[in-house]
Nanobody, 126 residues
């Protein structure tokens, strides 16, 4: 059974940092483009960052450029999202997702993604 599990969320103060993890079971994450999305209360789910299968391509939403970094750890079958300089508007549930179709690139269209984790809550206090 293919499964994605996010972890690493929590409550932090403005300016703080977190590292979110997306671990896979039942498949190899390196075979898929991986995206991170977030959803704030009352808002639609939005794309934050993604990484291609060969890590040659990464993409960040304008709102997080320079503060978020996506990376892979092949040995641990895990994708990370390092989030720094957190702002209250970063608050939300963060999801990782796998796209089975794209090779060598990634996109932040949520409808393109085939497998989703359950999410991890990030709350930034002001």
């Amino acid at each position: 059974q293919l499964q994605l599990v996010e972890s690493g969320g929590g409550l932090v103060q403005t300016g703080g940092s977190l590292r979110l993890s997306c671990a896979a079971s039942g498949f190899t994450l390196d075979d898929y483009a991986i995206g991170w999305f977030r959803q704030a209360p009352g808002k639609e789910r939005e794309g934050v960052s993604c990484i291609s299968t060969d890590t040659s391509s990464t993409y960040y939403a304008n709102s997080v450029k320079g503060r978020f970094t996506i990376s892979r750890d092949t040995a641990k079958n895990t994708v990370y999202l390092q989030i720094n300089s957190l702002k209250p508007e970063d608050t939300g549930v963060y999801y990782c997702a796998a796209d089975v179709h794209l090779i060598g690139l990634c996109v932040l269209r949520k409808n393109d993604y085939d497998y989703w984790g359950q999410g991890t809550q990030v709350t930034v206090s002001s």
